[in-house]
């Protein structure tokens, strides 16, 4: 009893304290993708709420591993988190034997951020204005068709990846740290298709720099309106997205995980950000710290099957 009181009491004063000085929201990938751009656009209501500057680190490389393993080895105190993409459940299928943390143990969660549709998207010029098309010039064609994606492991990958079995063609995965790399290499067409995220691509798609051909999700986005849903493309097996969520390292006190949880909640709330960033096809949602940790764990357990099941080569 007098150690469960003791710990109340640290955590208590944890949270009096907190926070003390600026707050780092570390993003796994470069600047100029979808999970940098939601961070910075999070970052200064945040701020304001917590009375402490909130500054943006990109650490980006080896599929978002290296800002987590950053972020689980950060002092425990709630002032460095890791805003985690989808690939933070999927990482310890790929890095088997390279993870340096644990995904589990490691990291506390705090809350969901929001969710994304995946765009499949081809370079302006590509001779294929929807998915159908798209794969019989790669069947047509074999050997020379390559796609992008945010790196092995990434939502993207894994939907293309699934995309391939399905329709029972072949593509070469070009793998990138982050969605700015990734739609470089689209718009000088030394890829032909792009699988991430949509976010980023919605002001490409309408400056018409990159085509669309395709959406994830059960409807169409309100950003992409125009734009089909691979169910209305046939696929309707490819219905899922891409997923942010926020983290700390593991020991932070619970009560500074409930301050985060708590004032992250009012952000994610906020209607300004809700209409800016549903114009750039993000879905702000937030939740318990319990919530979160169900679904990087269900996400694990959900994308190792199909690895498995299907046989996917996606060990880097």
């Given at each position: 009893m007098a150690a469960v009181s003791a710990l109340t009491l640290a955590s208590g004063l944890a949270a009096q304290t907190f926070p003390s000085k600026t707050i780092r929201l570390v993003v796994p990938f470069a600047p100029g993708g979808v999970v940098d751009a939601t961070a910075r656009q999070i970052g200064p209501k945040l701020s304001e709420l917590l009375g402490q500057p909130v500054v943006i680190e990109?650490?980006?490389?080896?599929?978002?591993?290296?800002a987590a393993?950053?972020?689980?080895?950060?002092?425990?105190?709630?002032?460095?988190?890791?805003?985690?993409?989808d690939s933070h459940a999927v990482n310890p299928h790929i890095y088997k034997t390279e993870l340096r943390y644990d995904t589990f143990k490691d990291l506390a969660p705090i809350t969901f951020i929001g969710s994304i549709p995946l765009l499949l998207a081809t370079h302006a010029g590509y001779p294929a204005n929807d998915i159908a098309a798209?794969?019989?010039?790669?069947?047509?064609k074999p050997g020379t068709v390559s796609y992008a994606s945010v790196g092995a492991g990434s939502s993207g990958h894994l939907a293309a990846e699934q995309l391939k079995l399905l329709a029972n063609f072949d593509m070469l995965h070009v793998p990138f740290k982050g969605g700015a790399p990734a739609l470089t290499a689209l718009m000088g067409e030394q890829v032909q298709l792009i699988v991430f995220a949509a976010g980023a691509g919605v002001p490409l798609v309408q400056a018409g720099k990159i085509k669309p051909l395709a959406i994830s999700g059960k409807r169409r986005s309100s950003a992409l309106p125009g734009v089909p849903t691979m169910a209305e493309a046939g696929y309707p097996q490819l219905d899922s997205g891409a997923w942010m969520g926020l983290l700390a390292a593991a020991g932070t006190p619970p009560a500074v995980i409930a301050r985060l949880n708590a004032e992250m909640t009012k952000v994610l709330k906020d209607p300004e950000l809700i209409?800016?960033?549903a114009d750039q096809a993000v879905e702000l949602s937030a939740s318990t710290p319990e919530e979160l940790g169900v679904l990087v764990r269900n996400?694990?357990?959900?994308?190792?099957?199909?690895i498995r099941d299907a046989k996917l080569n996606v060990s880097q």
């Open positions: 990109n650490r980006s490389g080896a599929g978002g591993t290296l393993d950053y972020v689980a080895k950060a002092p425990p105190d709630g002032h460095t988190l890791l805003v985690a993409f798209f794969i019989n010039l790669a069947k047509s209409k800016k960033l996400e694990h357990d959900k994308w190792g099957k199909v």
